[in-house]
């Protein structure tokens, strides 16, 4: 699992570590991972050219103490200090020593012109809001250059903690990160402005819970059902889809897709569409009455292509199972309805659906993600997953927050929302809570995403037909 940890946590684990150490030691451990990972970034370190952009805080003293370890190594090094009466004197003096040099800001353009590797130090952890006006041509500066550029903690301009960019950021090749992740590194739109990211460990104790949580390979294949011997399918969970409609059949058909493809045992059907269904997948267990005698079912998943059928919605609402909400059940769901249910409920909205649900506008949802996807969850009782760029998922009762990290752009196309909830349902029907069931399912389907594209553009069927070599990818570990 990696985590991530706000900015308090950070603070307060820094502070009982400093105490215990000696002066300056965090920083010093800090610049030398930083240098490290400039250093093989560079291949050659010696003679290379490195520009150091250095703000007023601790931030800016990392990049000048990596940049002396880099100027000691034969690097020519030179720091644009952004308030030179400020600088970190530390940091300062032992670049001087190395042989480095300080100038001020008006001299940037042509140094980051010219450079192999920028170091962003204008602002850390301390920052607030987008970057001020004295340091935003900077950044034009450096989405000019050639050089490859290095972020000390994290790209300026982005706020840590939620992911937001307001304004003018700087956008980085390489993030290198002290002590832990910070959730800004995991979210869009910040995470796009981190590159990849590199974590240097400087001995921080952190709590047990943290802000968020992506699981990896083995987390998920601990999660996913694994038949036993004496299964049946009633036992392995038979999953409902009360989906589509006769405008739209093929919401019906691409949720039973995701469904037969999520370890349930068996997948019913009921709805207007089960002619459609049943053509295109004849193991499905059709039924025409409503979802209250369609027979046994451990988990349904309702809304996909509905259209206005509320009072199949409502009818889903008050079975005494585990629900996935999604599509239009999402607009037509009462949210009373939603907040009384005792069974476990998954809502499965994207930016503009969670921007309905909120009564704001889908850029608000899409910059604050994090705390959109927590108010929802709050709001509702329920846990919910809001899809996107990075998926997020939330539980009901607050807690670390999952983010995917397996999502492509490619799984951006009409219907490869249907596949994702039937995926889901199923795997709530073979036994997994809301938030696990989820987060397990966004990270199937947008590694089958990617299986599927191989960096070509793909249709929703396409993603839920390899959803099955995602699956053994990530059982095979
Ligand atoms: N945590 C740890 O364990 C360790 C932390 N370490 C490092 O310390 C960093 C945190 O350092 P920090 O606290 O000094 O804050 P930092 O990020 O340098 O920024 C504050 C300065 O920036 C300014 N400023 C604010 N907003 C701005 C904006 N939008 N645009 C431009 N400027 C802005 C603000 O100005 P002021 O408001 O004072 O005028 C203030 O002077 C952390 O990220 C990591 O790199 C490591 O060394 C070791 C272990
Ligand atoms: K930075």
């Known amino acids: 699992m990696r985590t991530a940890y706000g900015v308090e946590t950070v603070r307060a684990a820094e502070r009982e570590l400093m105490a215990r150490l000696p002066e300056g030691a965090l920083m010093q451990r800090a610049a030398a991972g930083l240098a490290a990972a400039c250093a093989d970034l560079l291949g050659r370190v010696y003679g290379s050219r490195v520009v150091l952009l250095v703000g007023s805080g601790d931030n800016g003293g990392d990049a000048l103490y990596a940049g002396a370890r880099l100027a000691r190594r034969g690097a020519g090094v030179s720091a644009v200090l952004l308030a030179p009466e400020r600088a970190h004197a530390g940091g300062l003096a032992a670049l001087r020593r190395a042989g480095g040099r300080a100038v001020g800001a008006e001299a940037a353009g042509e140094l980051i012109e010219r450079a192999d590797l920028v170091l962003d130090g204008i602002v850390g952890i301390g920052g607030k809001g987008g970057l001020r006006p004295e340091a935003e041509p900077l950044a034009g500066a450096v989405a000019r250059a050639r050089a490859a550029v290095v972020a000390v903690d994290l790209p300026s301009g982005v706020d840590a903690d939620t992911g937001e960019v307001r304004g003018t950021a700087i956008r980085a090749d390489l993030t290198v990160t002290f002590g832990t992740h910070k959730p800004g590194l995991l979210i869009d739109p910040a995470r796009e402005y981190a590159g990849s ?16 949580e992506a699981l990896q390979h083995a987390d998920v294949a601990r999660l996913l059902p694994v038949p036993a011997a004496e299964s049946d399918k009633y036992r392995r969970g038979v999953v409902g889809i009360a989906a589509g409609s006769a405008r739209y059949p093929g919401a019906a058909v691409l949720a039973v897709a995701g469904a037969l493809r999520g370890g349930a045992g068996a997948v019913r059907y009921v709805g207007p569409a089960g002619q459609a269904v049943i053509a295109r997948f004849p193991e499905t267990l059709v039924s025409d009455r409503g979802p209250e005698h369609a027979g046994r079912v451990q988990a349904w998943v309702v809304g996909p292509g509905a259209g206005d059928d509320a009072a199949t919605v409502a009818e889903v609402l008050a079975a005494d199972v585990p629900v996935l909400i999604d599509a239009d059940g999402l607009r037509l769901a009462e949210p009373s309805a939603v907040r009384a249910r005792r069974a476990p409920t998954l809502m499965t909205p994207h930016a503009g659906e969670a921007a309905a649900l909120l009564g704001v506008e ?45 999502g492509t752009s490619w ?67």
Do not use: C
Not at 197 to 212: F, K, M, S
Not at 424 to 452: E, I, K, P, Q
């Open 197 to 212: 990211v590199r974590l240097v460990g400087i001995g921080l104790e952190l709590p047990a819970e943290p802000e968020l």
């Open 362 to 406: 889908r850029n608000e949802v899409e910059n604050g993600r994090l705390s959109a996807v927590r108010e929802l969850a709050a709001r509702y009782g329920a846990a919910v997953l809001l899809k996107g760029s990075t998926t997020l998922v939330a539980d009901a009762g607050g807690g670390p927050v999952r983010v995917n990290p397996t």
């Open 411 to 477: 799984l951006a196309t009409a219907g490869s929302g249907d596949v994702l909830s039937g995926l889901a349902g199923s795997l709530l029907a073979a036994g997994l809570s809301a938030v696990d069931a989820g987060s397990a399912a966004a990270y199937l389907h947008g590694l089958a995403g990617r299986f599927a594209a191989d960096g070509a553009p793909v249709g929703a069927h396409d993603v839920a037909e390899r959803i099955a070599a995602a699956w053994r990818d990530v059982v095979r570990g």
